[in-house]
């Protein structure tokens, strides 16, 4: 599968934004996906997860009431949804599947994820 996000961009602290990535070659719907994260000079981090078919999410503390993670398997698209973002969510924000999950089961390594995007930066100013 070849993922690519998009909807990234400049905003001030307190904004939303809505990033989406969409997905090519296969259904997303045999994935397990989650969302990552880059800041400059820092390893890439997860942000969320979800399963196969949306029913379970999983977040990180930093954005656990603030992010939500979504997914259209009938549009072959995932969602991550950033409300009251922060200058510490600055970072380029990457989409990534991974096979083999039980059905309910999130992951969070970077290695449990087979497949990725190719990134879309997020830039928060105050």
């Known amino acids: 599968v070849q993922l690519q996000a998009y909807g990234g961009g400049t905003v001030q602290v307190g904004a939303s934004l809505r990033l989406s990535c969409t997905a090519s070659g296969d259904r997303i719907s045999n994935y397990g996906m989650g969302w990552f994260r880059q800041a400059p000079g820092k390893e890439r981090q997860q942000v969320g997860s979800?399963?196969?078919?949306?029913?379970?999410?999983s977040y990180v503390p930093a954005v656990k009431g603030r992010f939500t993670i979504s997914r259209d398997n009938s549009k072959n698209v995932l969602y991550l949804q950033m409300n009251g973002l922060q200058l510490d969510d600055t970072a380029v924000y990457y989409c990534a599947a991974g096979s083999g999950w039980s059905v309910h089961e999130c992951r969070g390594p970077v290695t449990d994820y087979s497949y990725w995007g190719q990134g879309t930066q997020v830039t928060v100013s105050s």
């Open positions: 979800i399963n196969f078919n949306g029913a379970s999410t």
